[in-house]
């Protein structure tokens, strides 16, 4: 099965910085969709930014300014750089990807701001 695997989630505090990064076991090309989403405890699952062809990306309004999506295809990894971190940015970061109309999810990382 294809794997996805996320790292560089841990403690901040508010106003710090955070890249997270997710490494795919299969390769990846610009025509593949990948994304970022993030879910905090008791609440659902929300898009937070994605990358598809030719690098276009989109990011949702709460975080848009904030982080940035880029991709590196020939490592199969997609990064999110998060800037200026609010404490409602506190959740489980979870990298998507969608190939060959499968997707496919990580395991999270845990993203904590606080004092």
Do not use: H
Not at 92 to 98: A, D, Q
Request: proline share 4%.
């Amino acid at each position: 099965q294809v794997q996805l695997v996320e790292s560089g989630g841990g403690l901040v505090q508010p106003g710090g910085s955070l890249r997270l990064s997710c490494t795919a076991s299969t390769s990846i090309s610009p025509s593949n969709g990948m994304a970022w989403y993030r879910q905090a405890p008791g609440k659902q699952r929300e898009f937070i930014a994605i990358t598809v062809w030719g690098g276009s990306t989109n990011y949702a309004s709460s975080v848009k300014g904030r982080f940035t999506i880029s991709r590196d295809n020939a490592q199969n990894t997609v990064f999110l750089e998060m800037n200026s971190l609010k404490p409602e940015d506190t959740a489980v970061y979870y990298c998507n990807l969608k190939k060959f109309g499968t997707e496919y999810w990580g395991q999270g990382t845990q993203v904590t701001v606080s004092p």
